[in-house]
């Protein structure tokens, strides 16, 4: 007695311990799809747990209430009549919740895989997009800088460069350290212009930018070559932004 008692209650808190955790994560089961067959898994559980609630209650309860022989009857009863429905029931639930969540994991992979095909796909496709867009970087630059133009792509109102040509310094003649300077704030650009022509160039470049408009200014550079510059906005769904070439 002392022995099926002590494996009575691992069964009951072992059903319990499964109970907790399967509630503490009700919604996450929800959202995998696995709550049916999670259901009929606790069902089948409790049901084996009843079969051994009664064994406990007649073996250990019953006798001292109603006396040995009338607990016997309801034990021998328990096991030869009820006992075999209820297992049966049991391993009815047992089996479809089983049924049921793996073939909801199964489907849960198969989404999985397919996901990460479409991923490894958009990242190879990106990655060609990427080499190609190199690939024309290369020649864009190639073409300019034999050529002695530059350009640049960047955004007016925040001041920042979007794109560069290879060119751009050795047309300005910039340093390496001014070079810098004006990746991170175009308006660094006219350092190259020395006054007044410099702030002239910043004034008609402002109010250009102001009005989105195109505008076109000519500079002698410290090296003594004459640059000449123009810059035009990029349309933008909606019209005219702040970005410009």
Known sequence: PVAFAISGAGVISFAIIVTFYVLTRFWRLRDAGARVGTALLLIGIWLIVGVYSVDLISMLALPSIVGMDSAMAVMRDAHLIYSWYSNFAAQVFLVA???????RLLRLQHDAQDTAKQLRQEVEEREKAE????????????????AGIAFMVYDSQTQKMLYVSASYQDVVGASDELFAAIIENVDRRFDVIPDPQGQAARQAVAAAERDHSAYEVTFTVPEGRSVRAKSQPLWEPGGKGSKRV
């Open 97 to 103: 919740g089983l049924i049921i969540v793996a073939n």
């Open 131 to 146: 080499q190609a867009l190199r690939a024309r970087e290369a020649v864009l630059d190639a073409a300019t800088s034999s």
